[in-house]
């Protein structure tokens, strides 16, 4: 097993974030804004809660009348660190994070 280690060598344990629960996300962005390497990123749902797709920044996009309302997506999951941040600051837990002794490499 790989050990995780801080700077001065104590056991540290990344905890990467795997998903976000679209049923209890509200797109409230603090995860995003928390966030330095580029994990997640708000996309439209539909009535049903479908996926319509990204929302770029800045745009003020609503998907040919279909979009009912935003949540935030993992979909660069690879580039986490485990740091924790978004963890912290979501007022809804609806993340799932998995320590990294856990997670297929
Ligand atoms: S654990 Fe850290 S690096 Fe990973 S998604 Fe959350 S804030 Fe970003
Ligand atoms: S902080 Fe939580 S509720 Fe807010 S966008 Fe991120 S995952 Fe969704």
Redesign the pocket.
Known sequence: MTDFTTRDGSVWMPEYLVS?DGAT????????KVCSRDV?HLHGVDDEGEILGKCEEGEDEDFDGELNRM??VVDQAGNCIGCGA?AR????N??THVAADKVAA
């Open positions: 976000i996300c509200i797109g409230c962005g603090r995860c995003y997640m949540i935030m978004c600051v979501c007022p809804k609806c993340q």
